[in-house]
């Protein structure tokens, strides 16, 4: 199949509070994608939906085709590395190794042993005594031991050191190189983002705000810079994102439909991180591809 | 299986030790106790005592026994044993608070369930064997403590004609097995619904206090008690060494007043002080009642555990 | 076998900055025909990068004729860069420093020229495809 992850209007309350709603998504399979938003946008909550921790208020969702929860098969087919890799701190590294033998029907303890011996990570040393990036690495370890079709990843690299963090995403590439896993992390380290991901999932306040492949959305965006305007209508631009104003110059952030053929504008290629900061600081914009790709009947977004 | 084990293997050896060191205790002692309960004649008393055709009444001048005098030498050695027995009672609310509400509650707490629920394994299979082992391992541990406890309190119990009584009751036969299981699965729903540990804990304490507190008021009532009338002035009581447990006790004079409420009077003939009609009233369960009653309070106890431990199980299943 | 490094402030997307990559060092003859490329997984792992990142790369090359890549085995050289022969290479490196002169002598800095240089190279091109 072809889609990783699918959720249709897919909604989770606490109370009265929806931290995640209307969320309709198709992940394609062999992607790195990205989940970005502010703390508390719903991104834990998005995450623990598709590995069943949670279950659906409102919509569905479906992960490689089945769905997620009570299901055995697809359990053992996905892995999951929670906020801050939980561990069971008392255990060794091989002792946690057994534990997932045990648990999962498809487990690679070799594979496991191996990259923990290739980051010097000592088996028998109890994981309360790593320090956080060892953790991190052990916990993505164990995940990648279940030889999942899909791997999610709920800020995995959050308050590691930067060396650790280069690490980590080295083993990761290395291994969705050599298995062509599907993944989807959140972060908040954008830098690091743009060299790993190429499929952008922002959330805010619980909703989706931008959503596509990131070769298409870095295209379809583009920074202008020319003298300054207030009435902002510029012929081929959709949208303005972000405009910034000094007395003399106008700066656009601009989602295009078109080519910029107004020579009054400097026209340039945004980076991945400059346009999820821009879509981050204005809420009331969005870059969702339209109703025909998802098979839903929502109305037409943005522009 | 290996998991649960492995993650409790720690709480599992203390309280094996913790154990082991009160069963030493209470071997040591209870063997110095039956020893005397022999060597005062105790035992012996007790036994012939039984044997007699009559042995319900009790009459010196006759020569029924009434094991009065042995039963006094042993407690002068040994009723000083009765106050530290009353620390026994609390053992099952120990193993409820400290291994039941933490079994569900420190997983969510510490965020491993975000681990161990993602990997191969349903909830329910997860919360069935660790359940299930957890309480088996109580079990059989209870049931053995149980059977050693008993042994330990009865003579000490019948010397003081005390077996059927609270807190005696409490500490004998299956009770305590039945208690323990409940609190543990107490202990184990509390920790699926408030999911902190503390909480869970502080709850399993209100509601096993509660629980117990509630089924020993009913006790008297499991069957319905006998009575029975005895003059005041008599040769032959009722065997207070029988061990009934007395529920109320009166007397009365030949007119029906209350000369004695609350309590009983035995006045050997001649009886110069007393109305020649009066009589005492005693509300009581009879001795032979007493395994009976152990049964019914374990059993309801036991019921209860299963049904809290069922729901503990749904409940896993719909943790956030 | 090669190492590739990436200028992570560079403007140019990561794929282009590997295909560059590749052609310098075909010009400077660190690669030749039938060298094998990195394997995909072990750029991917070293640089921390996307793994259809370097897949981008390698098709680019294999579009424009340079590699090939044999199912099972790698990616390999195929032939080398076809430049212009040192010779006429000579005579506009002589006519480029004659023009440098002229523009240090115009007033330009280095930045000036550079820029000049890409704004005349970006509208060159522009008109070639138009």
């Known amino acids: 199949m072809s889609t990783a992850l699918e959720a249709n209007g897919l909604g989770k309350r606490y109370g009265r509070h929806w931290a995640l709603r209307d969320c309709s998504l198709a992940l394609p399979t062999s992607r790195i994608a990205a989940l970005v938003g502010p703390n508390g946008a719903g991104k834990s909550t998005l995450l623990h939906l598709a590995v069943g921790l949670l279950r659906p208020d409102a919509g569905s969702v479906r992960v490689l085709g089945g769905i997620p929860g009570s299901d055995r098969e697809l359990l053992s087919r996905i892995g999951f590395v929670a906020q801050d890799a939980p561990l069971y701190t008392d255990f060794t590294g091989a ?209 | 299986m290996w998991l649960t084990w492995r993650q409790h293997r720690r709480q599992a050896l203390l309280v094996v030790a913790g154990l082991a060191v009160l069963a030493a205790f209470l071997l040591l002692t209870g063997r110095s106790m039956h020893r005397a309960s022999v060597d005062t004649g105790l035992a012996r008393c007790l036994g ?110 019948l010397a003081n004609a005390a077996r059927f009584e609270y807190l005696a009751f409490d500490l004998q036969g299956g009770a305590p097995a039945g208690y323990t299981l409940f609190a543990v699965a107490l202990g184990i729903l509390a920790g699926t619904l408030w999911r902190k540990v503390l909480p869970a804990m502080a709850v399993t304490l209100v509601a096993f206090v509660g629980a117990r507190l509630a089924v020993a008021l009913a006790r008297p009532h499991f069957l319905p008690p006998l009575e029975r009338r005895f003059p005041v002035a008599a040769n032959t009581f009722p065997n207070p060494m029988l061990s009934d447990w007395i529920l109320e006790r009166n007397a009365y004079d030949s007119t029906g007043r209350a000369i004695a409420p609350g309590g009983d009077i035995f006045c050997a003939l001649p009886c110069p002080g007393y109305d020649p009609g009066s009589y005492n009233v005693h509300v009581y369960q009879p001795a032979e009642r007493f395994w009976l009653f152990q049964s019914i309070e374990a059993g309801v106890f036991v019921v209860l555990a299963a049904l809290l431990l069922l729901l503990a199980v749904r409940r896993v299943r719909r943790i956030s | 076998m090669i190492e590739f490094r990436l200028d992570g402030h560079s403007k140019v997307a990561t794929y282009m900055q590997l295909v560059q990559q590749v052609k310098q060092a075909l010009r400077t003859g660190l690669l030749e025909p039938d060298d094998q490329l990195p394997r995909v997984r072990d750029v991917a792992e070293s640089l921390a990068i996307n793994p259809n990142t370097v897949l981008k790369a390698y098709r680019q090359l294999e579009i424009e004729g340079l590699a090939e890549g044999r199912p099972g085995v790698g990616t390999f050289v195929r032939r080398s860069l076809a430049g212009p022969s040192l010779g006429s290479q000579a005579a506009l490196r002589r006519e480029l420093l004659a023009w440098l002169g002229r523009a240090a002598a115009a007033g330009l800095d280095q930045e000036d020229v550079v820029a000049l240089i890409e704004t005349t190279m970006r509208a060159a091109f522009q008109e070639d495809i138009a």
């Open chain 1, 95 to 303: 002792e946690l190794i057994t534990m997932g033998g045990k648990l999962n029907r498809r487990w690679d303890a070799e594979l496991a042993r191996e990259r923990l011996g290739q980051l010097g990570i000592p088996l028998d040393r109890r994981v309360g005594k790593l320090s956080g990036g060892q953790k991190a690495q052990v916990a993505l370890t164990l995940a990648l031991a279940k030889r999942p079709d899909l791997l999610l990843l709920d800020e995995p690299v959050a308050g590691i050191d930067p060396l650790a963090r280069r690490e980590f995403l080295q083993a990761l590439m290395g291994s969705v190189a050599e298995h062509g896993t599907t993944v989807l992390l959140s972060s908040h380290l954008l830098g690091d983002l743009e060299r790993v991901c190429d499929y952008l999932i922002l959330l805010q306040t619980g909703h989706l705000q931008v959503l596509g492949p990131v070769d298409d959305l870095l295209a379809a965006h583009k920074v202008l810079v020319g003298p300054r305007r207030d009435a902002v209508r510029v012929a081929g631009a959709a949208t303005v994102v972000r405009a910034s104003h000094t007395d003399k110059q106008s700066t656009l952030l601009v989602r295009t439909n078109g080519e910029i053929h107004d020579p009054a504008w400097t026209v340039h290629d945004v980076s991945l991180e400059d346009l999820v900061l821009a879509y981050l600081a204005d809420p009331s914009v969005g870059a969702l591809p339209g109703p025909a790709r998802l098979g839903t009947d929502r109305g037409v977004q943005a522009p």
């Open chain 2, 48 to 157: 012939a005592m039984r044997s007699t055709v009559d042995y319900r009444l009790s009459d010196p001048a006759v020569g029924l026994p009434d094991c009065n005098e042995p039963a006094e030498r042993f407690n002068a050695e040994y009723s000083g044993y009765l106050t530290p027995a009353i620390l026994l009672v609390f053992l099952p609310l120990l193993a409820g608070l400290f291994l039941g509400a933490p079994l569900v509650a420190r997983e969510v707490q510490q965020g491993t369930h975000r681990l161990v629920w993602t990997q191969g394994v349903t909830r329910r299979r997860w919360a069935l064997v660790k359940f299930g082992l957890v309480v088996g391992a109580i079990l059989t541990l209870s049931v053995a403590y149980a059977l050693l406890v008993t042994w330990w309190v009865t003579p000490l119990a």
